[in-house]
């Protein structure tokens, strides 16, 4: 719920299945990513996520 929550805070008109949308398809970059090999130290993600 809190990814609807975020997604709602941009845009009153989004639903659940947006939201699923939007997980999805950062999932399959971060897929993507490591597969790659473009990862980031633990101490960048926290950056990132204090970020937000």
């Known amino acids: ?3 609807v929550q975020k997604v709602n805070g941009y845009n009153n008109s989004y ?3 947006d ?10 970059e971060a897929i ?3 597969e790659n090999g473009r ?7 926290w950056k990132e996520i204090d970020a937000i």
């Open 19 to 28: 939201a699923m949308d939007l997980l999805f398809s950062k999932l399959d």
């Open 39 to 45: 990862v980031q130290t633990i101490e960048e993600a």
């Open 15 to 17: 639903s659940i299945d």
């Open 1 to 3: 719920m809190e990814a």
């Open 32 to 34: 993507d990513d490591m």
